[in-house]
Nanobody, 127 residues
Framework: EVQLQASGGGLVQAGGSLRLSCAASGFTSADYTIGWFRQAPGKEREGVSCISKRDGDTSYADSVKGRFTISSDNAKNTVYLQMNSLKPEDTAVYYC????????????????????WGQGTLVTVSS
């Protein structure tokens, strides 16, 4: 059974940084894909970033390009989202997710491509 555990959220001032972690387990192949999504109060869930471990392909939403970086630690089966230069509009519950398919050459930040979801971690950015 695939399980995803997101952590690392918290309260930070605008301009600050946080690193989110997504601990993954239960995959039957190392070539899985992880996506990060977020949902702000009263808004729809949106894709933030993703990484396909087969070839290391990454993708970012325009709103976070240049500020967020996704990476993976294969030894720890953990994917990180380093968030720098945080803005109040980054405030949201952040989720990590994975599609059921393995060996994807490219990843997307389209939520309907994802089948497994972890619980969220709250990020609050104060102005």
């Amino acid at each position: 059974e695939v399980q995803l555990q997101a952590s690392g959220g918290g309260l930070v001032q605008a301009g600050g940084s946080l690193r989110l972690s997504c601990a993954a387990s239960g995959f039957t192949s190392a070539d899985y894909t992880i996506g990060w999504f977020r949902q702000a109060p009263g808004k729809e869930r949106e894709g933030v970033s993703c990484i396909s471990k087969r070839d290391g392909d990454t993708s970012y939403a325009d709103s976070v390009k240049g500020r967020f970086t996704i990476s993976s630690d294969n030894a720890k089966n953990t994917v990180y989202l380093q968030m720098n230069s945080l803005k109040p509009e980054d405030t949201a519950v952040y989720y990590c997710a994975a599609p059921a398919s393995y060996g994807l050459e490219y990843c997307t930040v389209f939520q309907y491509d994802y089948d497994y979801w972890g619980q969220g971690t709250l990020v609050t950015v104060s102005s």
